[in-house]
């Protein structure tokens, strides 16, 4: 009987310990290569991103880390989304083209793992997207001014990796003794004003702070699904490869200029987009993907 009760205070005692508090570790990351079955991501920068694709909610994992993969801590209740290429964080506009909703929403972790997905995006997103269950169509584009402002001010950041730069001569220039009292501490640079973004430094982690969970109306587009299965920046080799492959040649503009695309379709449906993907794929096509036009 001893041993019984014994036993039940050392329950209550392990059961009343205070969980730790997961404390986040925001940076700036572009990351290496991952996989998706027979699909291959290469993340990469690009400030000036658009694209149109298919939208998911993001699943919630068991597994998954406490921790986005830029160190925020992840939290379906707040404006964010996965990416597969795009560097973290990143600030995107996300119009849903079935009825012409807008968000906005800062891009913080690698996904979705889903082949022919383009965007996953939180709970409150989606919902506030007007999304169910089923993929939408959308549009997607990248603010440039906030990614930047992001970029600048975390660890990690492309401005901040100035270890390699020539060296200078320093001049001294006598500062103005500090007022009694005054606070010294890290600055961080003011957010512009088309970049809803703050870091909150303040002697702990970084932290920032949410997006607004707020969206706006526009207008519906109509479209059809396609998979392109590769760029050339020559015409008449994306030509050669379409007639291989029984496609048709679109121009593309890409962050390294104009390019021509190799497309599959039109599809009516996801399903029937899905299946052509997963034809491409098994061709060893692996940068093959589902665009919305």
């Known amino acids: 009987m001893k041993k019984a009760v014994l036993l039940c205070c050392v329950g209550v005692v392990a059961c009343s310990r205070p969980v730790p508090k997961v404390q986040p570790s925001v940076h700036y990351v572009v990351g290496s290569g991952w996989q998706v079955e027979n699909a291959w991501f290469y993340p990469r920068e690009d400030f000036s ?14 597994t998954a880390s406490a921790l986005t ?6 939290d379906d209740a707040t404006m964010t989304g996965s990416h597969p290429t795009l560097q973290l964080p990143a600030v995107v506009t996300v119009m849903n083209l079935d009825n012409g909703r807008e968000v906005t929403v800062r891009l913080n972790d690698r996904g979705p793992k889903e082949i022919g997905r383009l965007l996953g995006l939180s709970r409150k997103a989606a919902d506030l997207l007007g999304m169910g269950t089923a993929p939408a169509r959308v549009r997607i584009v990248e603010d440039e ?32 003794e500090a007022k009694a009292g005054a606070r010294v501490g890290r600055a961080v640079p003011a957010v512009q004003q088309s970049a809803p973004q703050e870091a909150t430094v303040a002697g ?12 706006r109306q526009g207008m519906p587009v109509a479209g059809q699904f396609w ?11 994306a030509a050669r490869e379409a007639a291989r492959q029984g496609a048709s040649v679109v121009p593309s503009f890409t962050q390294q200029g104009k390019m021509w695309a190799v497309r599959h379709g039109p599809f009516a449906t996801i399903s029937e987009a899905d299946v052509a993907l997963r034809h491409a794929l098994a061709d060893g096509l692996t940068g093959s993907h589902i665009v919305v036009e």
Do not use: C
């Open 204 to 215: 702990g982690p970084i932290v920032l702070s949410d997006l607004p969970a707020t969206w």
């Open 69 to 74: 993969t830029d160190g925020e801590v992840r």
């Open 145 to 176: 001014a906030a990614s930047r402002h992001l970029a600048e001010i975390l660890p990690g950041g492309p401005m901040l990796q100035i270890n390699a730069a020539p060296l200078e001569t320093v001049t001294q220039t006598q500062l103005k």
């Open 49 to 62: 991103y658009q694209a149109t694709g298919l939208a998911v909610r993001q699943k919630q994992e068991r």
């Open 227 to 237: 998979v392109e299965t590769a760029d050339f920046t020559s015409r008449y080799a």
